[in-house]
């Protein structure tokens, strides 16, 4: 059976999962800065304090149905809740139907013997759970950074843990071990840039960041240094688009912070969806390709 007939049926359990784990990182963003547990006290209103039922509980059905509004007190619930629900259903899907059909994607070799097809599919299943994984704590960190400016890390430390081990697991699988080569150069590599970049201006990067530019490295060396290179880029480029806008309206001075974890996040996925054909476009020009 080919990744084709099978991708309607996956895409729409990734929705599902999409849904419920929006749901969870609304838990999240609301309680890792606070320090809490994102396991209990079950979920409650805060006006009235009562606990919300598992009826009322239902990504973005729920919201819909109670009009936006608490069933015990009537006190607003904020769209914010549904929001992020439905945008990490969308992005969930929209992760899963990139990898299945990018063209350097291991499952894209439809015509491998059945060994080697075997072997690519799982390190494809592999890969997407580490980018669905990335894509969910890039939405929590994205939220939390913007809403506190700090990248927790509750939620970065295991990420430099976690999307290592997928990657290398996948890549062994197949035997790819100088993607796992790479993969930690661009780890030590960008952590290192990074860390410099905040040892030499105080103040100016956030050592939240240098800790969440590992794990975005390995990633993005993994996947190749076209990757690496446009996504690394890409973060300093959106920045500092996003710092000149709002010294251009006014909304901050030249000595302003921003919050610098989205658009790492930003620019990562950038590299990860058009990292190699920007590269080679650019190799191209150059007249090296």
Do not use: Q
């Amino acid at each position: 059976m080919s990744v084709t007939t099978v991708l309607p049926f996956v895409l729409a359990l990734v929705a599902v999962l999409g849904l419920a784990v929006g749901s969870f990182l609304n838990v999240v963003v609301h309680r890792v800065p606070a320090g809490m547990s994102v396991s209990h006290p079950a979920s409650a209103c805060p006006r009235c304090d009562h606990r919300i039922r598992g009826v009322d509980n239902i990504p973005v059905v729920s919201w819909l149905v109670l009009r936006g509004r608490c069933r015990d007190c009537a006190a607003p619930i904020s769209i914010r809740y549904p929001s992020v629900e439905a945008a990490t259903c969308l992005l969930a899907v929209l992760v899963t139907a990139f990898l299945a059909t990018a063209p350097w994607s291991p499952l894209a070799d439809a015509d491998a013997a059945a060994d080697s097809r075997a072997r690519s599919i799982v390190r494809g299943a592999l890969i997407l759970v580490a980018l669905l994984y990335l894509m969910a704590i890039s939405v929590a960190l994205t939220l939390i950074d913007l809403d506190t400016r700090t990248l927790p890390n509750r939620i970065v430390l295991p990420a430099a843990v976690v999307l290592p081990v997928l990657l290398g697991i996948a890549a062994a699988v197949t035997g790819d071990w100088g993607a796992i080569v790479r993969g930690f150069v661009g780890f030590v590599g960008l952590g290192a840039v990074y860390l410099c970049l905040a040892l030499a201006v105080p103040g100016g990067m956030g050592f939240g960041d240098v800790k969440l530019a590992a794990p975005l490295g390995f990633v993005l060396a993994y996947l190749g240094w076209g990757p690496l290179a446009v996504g690394s880029f890409g973060a300093f480029l959106l920045g500092g688009t996003f710092a000149i806008v709002l010294v251009l309206v006014r909304r901050a001075g030249r000595g302003s912070g921003i919050p610098f974890g989205p658009w790492m996040l930003g620019g990562a996925w950038i590299g990860i969806v058009l990292g190699e054909p920007l590269w080679r476009g650019y190799l191209g020009i150059l007249g090296l390709a």
